[in-house]
């Protein structure tokens, strides 16, 4: 037996027993006169039969509102199936449940310029003075308020406002670039738009006040501009804005009371998050407030068995969806653990000082995060006292085996890590960690309850063992419930299901192990994801071709170093060269316009650049020769011979 075939971590018998996943099997199996005996038997039953599946969640989650009597209509249907079509609830009136006014909601840390914890009370008095702000400005149902904000207490006071009353929220990072902002919320045209007044990052002040001044007025649909305070300029930068207030202006009118909330069918808008804008303007991804609701519930509860009272902290921006996935912790009675900021200031122990002394039941970041951390020599659990500490839950990018490995040996031997996958066009996971299973180095455990996820060869046949595409091959409550401006569902349908016909592909490559765990080996389209952050080749475009010398360009995503870096490919004027001053001036253009995240890692000069037939530039095409593939189609392309431009370049060695 090879080392590699044996679990680096095996739940104990007790563990299983207590989980909920086995009290969930018991449920199931007395209710519906079942034989379940363990996860993979529980996932078989919840995709045969999800209507019952998920009023299993509804009810073993203590979801507040009206189920109705209809599960499921149109079940056999990708899009079309309807979940719930008779139910009535409200996202904010199950994250705010009644419980005792001193617990604890949440704790924030912005770097160490804050330190803060918010009790259950004091968010319900935030929240009510919020939502009679916003209705008194009209906003009601299916109108949309935006933010651009750092992941701290007062965005999630906003968000529960918004959806309150039925409002649909919508939140990007400060970070952000102008066009970034506007290519997003100028397609929604919110009616209130919350901004910080600025952030930390490395211990460094942002102010953000003239990225306001520049997005703000070319919002037309805004009734008002309401500015929170973070770096004490909220007054300042909200009267330097048209229809501006500091957020203690917007709420001084209001003294809190008992939370409103507005029930709405199922699929209401809750979410618009936007795709990362790969071939134009990000898409508007629409979720409603059901299915985000069940489908997180369903994987803090049962995937990583969290239990009321538990200390979740997630490392993530509000412009990702796992902010959404983390806030939702409410709802089951999770402490919220917030952080702001660079996860390495002042030291590469920061996020685990934090979790010492708030006692975190689950740790959660990115796969770059912990390469980074094993390359530093990081030993937290030498260090530190991790033994509240029951879960790690890794995303963004596949994590390699030696961080599986780096994990046990350096953080803790008794714990379940669990690497996962999903993303912003389902707002939660494909595949994700079974708390009653083993875990195997490099594999994700499971595919996640009521999800029928599979692998599909290029001719739409089912493969073990090998590389394919990840489908999921029968309806789940988080689908999008549409596009933003896509009334005929057109780019809705293309997006998932132009591929396989009644079938969501995902656009990711994954793999079957022989222990029934998953594999994913990246994006199977365009989208880039360095360090574990999806970014749109369209962004990153917008901003380098307003250099002057750059006449065209073309962006791909290396695998380097267990990672994905950016390599931006420039065509310049005629006499140009791509020298140091060149570069300097096409990294700050993309860090200023998009954002810090959009820089390439490698810029290269070349003189061609391949193109379909029809005008299109081949991303595709290059990333393979690139990465030494063969090019599938090249009849498909104008001009075949410029991609041998790109095989080999000494630049990508090093």
């Given amino acids: 037996m090879v080392a590699d075939s044996l679990p680096l971590w095996t739940p104990s018998p007790e563990r299983i027993a207590r989980s909920a996943v086995t009290a969930l099997i018991g449920d199931v199996n007395r209710q519906y006169n079942t034989k379940l005996g363990n996860y993979r038997d529980l996932h078989d039953w919840s995709v045969t039969e999800p209507g019952a599946f998920w009023s299993e969640v509804w009810r073993f989650g203590d979801v507040i509102g009206d189920q109705g009597a209809i599960r ?117 045209e919110p009616k209130v738009y919350f901004a910080c007044d600025g952030y930390w990052y490395a211990g460094k002040r942002v102010s953000i006040a003239d990225k306001l001044r520049a997005v703000a007025p070319h919002m037309g649909s805004l009734a008002r501009t309401v500015v929170v305070p973070y770096l004490g300029d909220a007054a300042e930068v909200a009267a330097s804005l048209p229809n501006g207030v500091d957020l203690d202006g917007f709420i001084a009118p209001f003294a809190a009371r008992d939370v409103e909330y507005e029930r709405l069918p199922f699929n209401h808008p809750a979410f618009i998050l936007f795709s990362s804008g790969t071939t ?82 689950l740790f959660g970041t990115s796969a770059k995060y912990i390469d980074s951390l094993r390359k530093e020599g990081v030993r937290p659990g030498a260090t530190h006292d991790l033994s509240k500490l029951r879960a790690l839950t890794s995303t963004g990018s596949p994590l390699a085996p030696e961080s599986f490995a780096y994990v046990y040996e350096a953080i803790k031997e008794d714990l379940h890590l669990a690497s996962i996958s999903g993303g912003t066009d389902i707002v939660s996971c494909f595949v994700l960690g079974d708390p009653t299973a083993p875990v195997y180095k490099g594999e994700i455990q499971a595919a996640g309850l009521g999800m029928a996820m599979d692998v599909w060869s290029d001719d739409g046949q089912p493969v073990r063992e090998e590389r394919g595409e990840l489908v999921c091959t029968r309806p789940f409550p988080s689908m999008p419930v549409m596009f933003w401006n896509d ?35 990246g994006r199977s389209d365009a989208t880039l994801n360095p360090q574990g952050v999806r970014i749109g080749t369209a962004e990153i475009y917008a901003q380098a071709e307003q250099v002057p010398e750059i006449v065209e360009s073309i962006a791909i995503g290396q695998e380097w170093d267990n990672d994905v870096r950016v390599v931006l490919f420039v065509r310049l004027k005629e006499g140009a060269e791509l020298d140091a001053d060149l570069e300097k001036r096409i990294r700050t253009q993309i860090r200023v316009g998009a954002s810090p995240r959009h820089v390439p890692a490698k810029i290269v000069q070349v003189s061609d650049i391949p193109r379909t037939r029809s005008g299109k530039i081949t991303e595709l095409a290059v990333r393979d020769v690139v990465h030494g593939r063969p090019v599938k189609n090249t009849e498909a392309l104008a001009n075949p011979e410029a991609l041998e431009l790109y095989r080999g370049r000494p630049e990508l060695a090093s």
Wanted: aromatic share 12%; glycine share 10%.
């Fill in 72 to 188: 499921l209509t149109d079940g056999d249907k990708m899009p079309g199936a309807h979940f719930f079509p008779e139910a009535r609830l409200n996202y904010a009136e199950n994250l705010l449940r009644p419980r005792a006014a001193d617990s604890l909601a949440m704790v924030f840390r912005g770097e160490d310029k804050v330190e803060r914890h918010v009790t259950y009370g004091e968010l319900a008095a935030q929240v009510s003075r919020l939502q009679q702000g916003l209705r008194a400005l009209g906003v009601g149902a299916g109108d949309r308020v935006a933010a651009t904000m750092p992941n701290m207490p007062e965005t999630i006071a906003i968000m529960l406002a918004a959806t309150s009353i039925g409002a649909v929220f919508s939140s990007c990072s400060p970070d952000f670039g102008e066009r970034g902002i506007l290519d997003r919320f100028g397609q929604i």
């Fill in 280 to 361: 134009g303007v990000p898409k508007c991804i629409v979720h409603g407030a059901g299915g985000t609701l069940l489908q997180h519930i369903k994987e803090h509860r049962l995937q990583c068995d969290l239990k009321p009272g538990d200390r979740v902290f997630y490392f993530t921006t509000c412009g990702w969806m796992m902010w959404n996935w983390l806030v939702t912790g409410l709802a089951s009675e999770l402490t919220l653990c917030l952080f702001d900021g660079s996860p390495f200031a002042p030291t590469p122990e920061v996020l685990f000082d934090y979790a010492q002394a708030e006692g975190f039941a």
């Fill in 487 to 521: 009334p005929e569902g057109a780019k809705y349908h293309a997006a998932y299901f132009e591929r396989f016909p009644n079938v969501w592909c995902h656009g990711d490559f994954a793999e079957w192990t022989r222990h029934g765990g998953i594999i994913i080996h």
